[in-house]
């Protein structure tokens, strides 16, 4: 079985880890690495998603922003706009390896 839909970092830290993924739908594979992006703004995100273009050259996509939950917990969501992906990142069923995020894709708020 192939895991799609992940993204693995290099460290716990999330905020300051690297990580190289993939994005499967219907449409595309998106291979996608997610590098730290330090910002005053609070409403910045976290790390900046890059693809590969074509000819292999480096294309920001998306962000990964964190967020608090209702109980203050913090949260990663990932968007990649143009796709109008959008996904929380949390744990596969059964896995605790906190390196490892699954992107949990849900439909776009009106």
């Known amino acids: 079985m192939t895991t799609t839909n992940y993204i693995q970092f290099d460290a716990d830290d999330l905020d300051a880890a690297k990580g190289k993924g993939l994005i499967s739908?219907?449409?595309?594979?998106?291979d996608i690495n997610a590098v730290p992006f330090n910002s005053d703004n609070e409403k910045a995100p976290?790390?900046?998603?890059?693809?590969?273009s074509p000819r292999?050259?480096?294309i920001?996509?998306?962000g990964?922003?964190?967020?608090?939950?209702?109980?203050?917990?913090?949260?990663y969501t990932l968007s990649i706009k143009r796709?109008?992906?959008n996904a929380n990142l949390g744990r596969f069923p059964g896995q605790d390896d906190p390196t490892l995020q699954a992107?949990?894709?849900w439909e776009p708020r009106d």
């Open 46 to 52: 976290t790390h900046r998603v890059y693809a590969k």
């Open 83 to 85: 796709l109008s992906f």
């Open 103 to 105: 992107i949990i894709e």
């Open 56 to 58: 292999g050259h480096d």
């Open 64 to 75: 990964i922003w964190k967020k608090k939950n209702a109980e203050g917990k913090p949260y």
């Open 25 to 30: 739908t219907i449409e595309r594979d998106l």
């Open 60 to 62: 920001e996509v998306g």
